[in-house]
């Protein structure tokens, strides 16, 4: 018996849901607003805005599906299944935060605020939901296939991410590594940074293309199909035992960038998720390139 297909409305937590629950009432909220020159009106009505477009997405799911609501802080507990329809709603950075636990489901991205929003990932309007809901289910769905990328640890642990991975320190501090090729051909460099960024064309939209901006690279941003990454070191400090000659490069599909810690403590992570990240220690490497996964945004 093949299962009906489940709609997986996925969303976060709006900022007038935060206020409410820093200070306990609308009206506390609103005075802590207002004693500091701001309003509680325009929070509040993009929280209505939000939860809104999430009843009516609700609403347009068949009646013969079944359907979940996930918030975002639960995403690394929530089991997708393969006959899933995700849906976000939201913020482009939602669909970016839910495609690493994805193995090919299709994803629509609904825009809860146009014009507030960039809408690079959540392309659509509330209105075309049963229609892309219906065509997702019966796998007629026009998709665009973004390309992904991993990081790898020499002690098995992977991360996942759309639109970059972070290689650095947990603090302010400055990042000790050997970088280079994974290829013993090519002789690593040591250097000291604020970290390494390895993005895709998903993320050329966003702080891959600030370090392409302040590097004045050359080289040719990704379109977000394609499978080739950037990557750029950010602020690598010349010294007589660190180079500043390997500070950026393009990775093609089969390529991949070998760091190799000499810092007591580097963290990984991807998307701007820190609470989700692999720790490394002292010489333990880590490998990053294109990932086999691709989220298969719904157009």
């Known amino acids: 018996m093949t299962l009906a297909p489940r709609a997986v409305l996925v969303h976060r937590t709006t900022e007038y849901e935060e206020l409410l629950a820093?200070?306990?009432?609308?009206?506390?909220?609103?005075?802590?607003?207002?004693?500091?020159?701001r309003s509680v009106?325009?929070?509040?009505e993009r929280h209505h805005r939000t939860r809104r477009a999430l009843a009516e997405v609700a609403a347009a799911v068949p009646l013969?599906?079944?359907?979940?609501?996930?918030?975002r802080t639960?995403?690394?507990?929530?089991?997708?299944?393969?006959?899933?329809v995700v849906v976000v709603v939201g913020q482009d950075g939602l669909v970016a935060n839910v495609a690493k636990y994805l193995s090919g489901q299709p994803v629509v991205g609904i825009d809860t605020d146009p014009g507030r929003n960039p809408g690079v990932l959540v392309r659509h309007r509330v209105a075309q939901a049963a229609k892309l809901l219906r065509a997702a289910?019966?796998?007629?769905?026009?998709v665009d296939e973004l390309t992904m990328v991993e990081a790898v640890a020499d002690d098995t642990q992977r991360l996942?991410?759309?639109?970059?991975?972070?290689?650095?320190?947990?603090?302010?501090?400055?990042?000790?590594?050997?970088?280079?090729?994974?290829?013993?051909?090519?002789?690593?460099e040591a250097q000291a940074s604020s970290g390494v960024l390895v993005g895709t064309g998903t993320g050329a939209t966003g702080w891959l293309r600030s370090l392409w901006t302040q590097h004045a690279s050359v080289l040719q941003l990704p379109a977000p199909a394609e499978p080739r990454l950037l990557w750029f070191v950010r602020e690598a400090?010349?010294?007589?035992?660190?180079?500043?000659?390997?500070?950026?490069?393009?990775?093609?599909?089969a390529d991949r960038l070998r760091v190799t810690s000499e810092s007591d403590r580097l963290v990984v992570f991807g998307d701007g998720v820190e609470s989700d990240a692999l720790d490394l220690s002292w010489g333990q490497t880590v490998r990053v390139g294109r990932a086999e996964e691709r989220l298969r945004l719904v157009t």
Do not use: C, K, M
């Open 22 to 37: 820093r200070h306990g009432t609308h009206g506390q909220a609103a005075f802590f607003l207002s004693s500091r020159g």
């Open 41 to 44: 009106d325009e929070v509040a």
């Open 64 to 71: 013969a599906w079944r359907q979940t609501r996930l918030e």
């Open 74 to 84: 639960d995403l690394d507990r929530f089991l997708f299944g393969p006959e899933d």
């Open 137 to 142: 289910g019966l796998g007629r769905a026009g």
């Open 160 to 188: 996942l991410a759309l639109n970059e991975i972070y290689l650095g320190p947990p603090s302010h501090q400055t990042a000790r590594y050997r970088i280079g090729p994974d290829d013993d051909a090519y002789r690593p």
């Open 237 to 253: 400090w010349p010294s007589p035992a660190t180079g500043t000659s390997l500070v950026e490069g393009s990775l093609g599909p």
